[in-house]
């Protein structure tokens, strides 16, 4: 265990919120002697017969045991943006719960949202939901308010996480929220997330932008439909599997890079309020050579790609400060990173 203990000692100060509902306790990252680096995690409850082993996540997952929360194998990871607009939970049994800590926290402790029924603000649309986080299929892990309170979110972790190139972990979560514009509707959209960098590379799947439709609170999903949400997202995150490793494994120089980055902002196209042609590129050309988590995708299409996503995500907020996660998961963001995922599956198929 020389080597987990190595891995630990890289994460000094850091913490995890107790869990005293969890089977295992988290241990730290490991790495094969392929490279391939792996969670370690300690048994512990007691009236399981392979209590006190040392297991990784799928064997946890084979047990049906529930995974703790665990700690990225990346210690120098910024916080995301969503964290700093949202509240860390501690595995809420119910969407309910999750949004009254949210409140709590954002000192808005009003459900209603502008539309007249209440259900949206007090998280119960969200409740088809809770049937999952029982059978250990979802954790409830982040959750927030969006302005006055008129729309909630809840960012739930799935079991498991795409290993790309080895080491380059992300992370596999389903964005619950209401509509911003005020309206008594609610969606589930896929939403993987970079562990490296926090990139939230949320509707860059053609198709997969949302799991569930948006529906109206007055004829919310009920269990069975959440169940179907959740295959549907098992097959959806299988096929980025393949697409985002496919993109690791394809190099491409400066030149084509140079191409891909004025392909996405022509020199005749500039936005209103948009980021302006020289700086997008410019920035984007350097985050490729040495943003956050740049040593595991440098040189290749994944690399240019979350370039994008990182400009997107973490610099080009100033012009949607107001709301900042609109513009991530659903505004100009959003439509940008989309954009850049089409063209960069248009270079690998070339």
Known sequence: MDDLAKTDARMPGRSILPDPDSDATFLGWQESLSGDIFPLYTITAEDHPSCHSTVSDVSLRKMHLRTPRTLSPYPETKPSPWHSLGIELNHPRTAREAIALARRDNGNTSAFNGTGDERLGRGDAFAFFDALVEQREAVYETAGVHGLGDSVWILAKLPGYIKVHRNDI?????????????????????????????????????????????????????????????????????QLDLIFNSMAARKITAEQLRVYVEALVPDNEEAENGPTTGTFRESVLQLHDSGRGADLSRGTLWGALNGVIEYTDHMMQGADSTDPLNSIWFGRGEQLKLKAFHLAEQMLRA
């Open 170 to 238: 992300v992370n596999k979560y389903l964005l619950l929220t209401s509509d911003h514009n005020g309206t008594s509707h609610v969606r589930v959209k896929l939403t993987p997330i970079r562990a490296v960098c926090h990139n939230s590379l949320t509707s860059t799947f053609p198709g997969a932008e949302d799991v569930l439709a948006g529906y109206a609170v007055q004829t919310m999903p009920d269990s069975a439909q959440a169940v179907e949400a959740l295959t549907l997202s098992h097959s959806l995150y299988a």
